[in-house]
């Protein structure tokens, strides 16, 4: 019988067979990447900042930690950190002197669930439906999951101006969005907000001036910190607030619920619960947390 094995090598003789393998693999394509760099020290949360992206000069991250959105009947407390990142190119000869520009990952604002105190808990049937819907109805709510996660979404660019942000004037920080109501009942479509009809919150760290029932309410730009000669600005304990916003109605609830049976229905009984739509004058957002501020180029020179 004529075996077949494999020739013992040597410890020396193997070293110049592994580098000429690995020269071999280089060749095709096979090197191990290089590892992208980035933003170290006080700059490391900029990770995400475009500056790659012509113009660029300027980077932001904001964490809100804390505050609440209210709409009309119903308040949700902001208990989970909601992160906003991206960049701005600073062109004061243009109309429009800041321009947002959005992160490396294109996600400027995180998809943070909040939970919404209450729940479907408070949702029945209509009593004029015919009693069969009622029962219907009001069974999936019953034995279903009751608990809600609203999640504010983009749906649009965002505006900056930081000279508005120091100064408490108007408009520091626009955010368009729609509000994502999470739910085994609601289904994967339920919305308040779309891209035409958007939840457009414009931010101020002054006070705001509503139409009733709301009452004036005012902002903080918190306590500045500058750090790293100068080209980084972190504003710690900052409150953007609004309360001049509109919201429409909601759209897509329950669209998956029996076939679509109670498209539409669900929608306005959510409608009735939340107050929807409701006017500007009866809602209020209120963000606080840690916004920081840094020069691209420290940021690029920061980058290992």
């Given at each position: 019988m004529?075996?077949?094995?494999i020739?013992?090598?040597g410890g020396?003789?193997?070293?110049?067979?592994?580098?000429v393998?690995?020269?071999s693999?280089?060749?095709?394509?096979?090197?191990?990447p290089?590892?992208?760099?980035?933003p170290t020290?006080?700059?490391?949360n900029?990770?995400?900042?475009?500056t790659k992206?012509?113009?660029v000069?300027?980077?932001?991250?904001?964490?809100?930690?804390?505050?609440?959105f209210?709409?009309?009947?119903?308040?949700?407390?902001?208990?989970?950190?909601?992160t906003l990142?991206g960049g701005?190119?600073v062109?004061e000869?243009e109309?429009v002197?800041?321009?947002?520009?959005?992160?490396t990952s294109?996600?400027?604002?995180?998809?943070?669930p909040?939970?919404?105190p209450?729940?479907?808990l408070?949702i029945?049937?209509?009593k004029?439906?015919p009693?069969?819907l009622?029962?219907i109805?009001?069974?999936?709510?019953?034995?279903?999951?009751?608990?809600?996660?609203?999640?504010a979404?983009?749906v649009g660019p965002?505006?900056?101006?930081?000279?508005?942000?120091?100064?408490g004037?108007?408009?520091?920080?626009?955010?368009p969005?729609r509000?994502?109501?999470?739910?085994?009942?609601l289904?994967?479509n339920?919305?308040?907000?779309s891209?035409?009809?958007p939840?457009?919150?414009?931010l101020?760290t002054?006070?705001?001036?509503?139409?009733?029932?709301n009452?004036?309410?005012?902002?903080?730009l918190?306590e500045?910190?500058?750090?790293?000669e100068?080209t980084?600005l972190?504003l710690?304990k900052n409150?953007?607030?609004?309360?001049?916003?509109?919201?429409?109605?909601?759209e897509?609830?329950g669209?998956?619920?029996l076939?679509?049976?109670f498209?539409?229905?669900?929608?306005r009984?959510?409608?009735?619960?939340?107050?929807?739509?409701?006017?500007?004058?009866?809602?209020?957002?209120?963000?606080?947390?840690?916004?920081?501020?840094?020069k691209a180029?420290?940021v690029?020179?920061s980058?290992?």
């Open positions: 004529i075996r077949m094995g020739p013992h090598v020396r003789a193997m070293a110049p067979l592994l580098a393998a690995a020269m693999l280089a060749v095709l394509g096979f090197a191990a290089a590892l992208a760099s980035k020290g006080k700059f490391a900029f990770g995400e900042c475009p992206v012509t113009g000069n300027f980077c932001v991250y904001a964490q809100t930690t804390s505050g609440e209210k709409i009309k009947k119903t308040e949700v407390p902001i208990t989970k950190t909601i990142q701005i190119i062109n000869t109309e002197p800041e321009i947002f520009v959005a992160p294109g996600n400027t604002l995180s998809k943070t909040e939970n919404v209450g729940g479907l408070k029945i049937a209509p004029e439906w009693e069969i009622q029962i109805f009001n069974e999936f709510i019953s034995k279903g999951v009751t608990g809600v996660n609203a999640t979404e983009l965002v505006s900056i101006n930081r000279g508005a942000l120091l100064s004037s108007p408009d520091a920080l626009s955010l969005l509000v994502h109501l999470e739910n085994s009942f289904g994967n339920c919305y308040v907000g891209k035409s009809h939840v457009t919150i414009e101020t002054g006070t705001t001036s509503p139409p009733l029932p009452e004036p309410i005012t902002g903080s918190g500045p910190e500058f750090l790293e100068g980084l972190i710690k409150a953007l607030v609004n309360n001049t916003f509109a919201a429409p109605e909601a897509g609830c669209s998956q619920i076939f679509g049976l498209t539409g229905v669900i929608d009984a959510v409608d009735s619960e939340l107050g929807l739509a409701s006017a500007s004058g009866n809602n209020t957002a209120i963000l606080k947390g840690t916004l920081e501020n840094a180029s420290a690029i020179a980058e290992k």
